[in-house]
T-cell receptor, first 117, second 109 residues
């Protein structure tokens, strides 16, 4: 079945540095990928919608200059957390939808646990 | 506004049956999803309903009534590994997923 690969699974970085998270659709093409963040004991919160070849659409309250999203191909989207701060420590999850089916389920990556020290 | 309601927490016994309800009010409807999420892991897809009725998939079944804005996830023959959060999500008219807060299911021996 369709698989989404997310890398890295865990990352620890120092305050002020940048971290890049990759999300790849392995056996399908995804024009749209979604980036979520989940704080402990809370539901998934959509951060942005990433469309191949165009600028990402950010949800209210999400700083686009801090969370840089690039979706350069139909199989790869990246999220870069710039000038990381301890409050950015969270679980980041990407998901993608198969182009072939309008109402297909989202397929999720395994998530990236970011810890900023 | 858009709203999805599901119970915060439920407890059930190993081997029993549990039903997790979800009610929704959204701008349009293009289907309802159920996802399972174990602590510290990404959600995994369980089911998708777009037409009224019951969809059965092994020990898990999902039901939808569009006129009532209601769905449930039925888990049979509960196993300890079923302890997880179960997320209800609706695809609205813009094909955006609206998420419920999730139901934490605790299975007791």
């Amino acid at each position: 079945g369709a698989v989404v690969s997310q890398h890295p699974s865990r990352v620890i970085c120092k305050s002020g540095t940048s971290v890049k998270i990759e999300c790849r659709s392995l056996d399908f093409q995804a024009t749209t990928m979604f980036w979520y963040r989940q704080f402990p004991k809370q539901s998934l919160m959509l951060m942005a919608t990433s469309n191949e070849g165009s600028k990402a659409t950010y949800e209210q309250g999400v700083e686009k200059d801090k969370f840089l999203i690039n979706h350069a191909s139909l199989t790869l989207s990246t999220l870069t957390v710039t000038s990381a701060h301890p409050e950015d420590s969270s679980f980041y999850i990407c998901s993608a939808r198969d182009l072939r089916q309008d109402n297909s389920p989202l397929h999720f990556g395994n998530g990236t646990r970011l810890t900023v020290t | 506004g858009q709203n999805i309601d599901q119970p915060t927490e439920m407890t059930a016994t190993e081997g029993a049956i549990v039903q997790i309800n979800c009610t929704y009010q959204t701008s349009g409807f293009n289907g309802l999803f159920w996802y399972q999420q174990h602590a510290g892991e990404a959600p995994t897809f369980l089911s998708y309903n777009v037409l009224d009725g019951l969809e059965e998939k092994g020990r898990f079944s999902s039901f939808l009534s569009r006129s009532k804005g209601y769905s449930y996830l039925l888990l049979k023959e509960l196993q300890m590994k079923d302890s997880a959060s179960y997320l209800c999500a609706v695809l609205d008219s813009n094909y955006q997923l609206i998420w419920g807060a999730g139901t934490k299911l605790i299975i007791k021996p």
